[in-house]
């Protein structure tokens, strides 16, 4: 397949909160891999300046001790296979976990993790600097069996300097780039079963910056805040 037509474009053009016909902040404490934060929609922890969305991870007052945000297109905007160009620069501090990924509508309608599967087309932590994972998780492949489908790369300044990290995705394969170069490729084998290869269903995004959990590892406070900016994403089917 190939992938021109550009169906989704978000350039962050009007100060303020994030788009709301885009974007849907999901709000709460304690969420999973014992994570420490609380996800808010305060402009605190995620707003849009100079046509760059930031979301900002910085210590909390209220029952969980760090406050971050996490931003879905669920219900907004999905996909069932394309090219994804998200312009990102990752935030620097031990105990940061940023990530940009998607989840499967059908997770929203009773189909569970990890059997509905998970794309992470970037994550990365703190505590391993410059290091970014792309990785798939699916009910036989997946973190906690440790057999998960993943690559990671050491990749100078992606702290520092804004970055393409790109996804193709058709029926066949899943394959990742940063700035046009390809890092890796997983693909769909002929005897698969939605238990291997969940990915021919539409997926949502999510941009989130994590605090603490178990792949993140411990927080150094005077590490904080963590500012993860995202610059441009754009979708082409």
């Known amino acids: 397949m190939s992938f021109n037509k550009l169906v989704f474009e978000e350039t962050f053009p009007i100060d303020g909160a994030p788009d709301k016909a885009n974007w849907t902040h999901e709000v709460g404490p304690k969420w999973s891999n014992n994570e420490l934060q609380w996800y808010t929609d305060s402009l605190s922890n995620s707003f849009v300046k100079d046509g760059v969305l930031t979301i900002h991870a910085e210590k909390g007052?209220?029952?969980?001790?760090?406050?971050s945000a996490r931003l879905s297109?669920?219900?907004?905007h999905s996909w069932q296979y394309g090219r994804f160009v998200i312009r990102a620069k990752l935030p620097r501090g031990v105990g940061s976990w940023p990530a940009i990924w998607m989840l499967p509508n059908d997770i929203k309608t009773g189909v569970r993790?990890?059997?509905c599967g998970e794309i992470d087309i970037m994550e990365h932590v703190g505590?391993?600097?410059e290091t970014v994972h792309f990785s798939l998780h699916t009910a036989t492949f997946n973190h906690r069996k440790n057999n998960h489908h993943t690559y990671f790369e050491k990749m100078p300044k992606v702290m520092d300097e804004f970055h393409d990290y790109e996804m193709v995705w058709d029926d066949s394969h899943i394959a990742f780039y940063v700035d046009g170069k390809p890092k890796a490729a997983f693909y769909k084998k002929l005897d698969d079963t939605v238990a291997e290869w969940p990915f021919d269903k539409p997926y949502y995004m999510i941009l989130n910056v994590a605090v603490g959990g178990g792949f993140a590892g411990p927080v150094v406070d005077e590490d904080l805040p963590y500012d993860m900016q995202i610059r441009s994403i754009r979708v082409y089917q």
């Open 61 to 67: 007052t209220g029952e969980c001790p760090y406050a």
């Open 113 to 115: 993790w990890p059997l």
């Open 127 to 129: 505590r391993d600097p």
């Open 73 to 76: 297109s669920y219900g907004k």
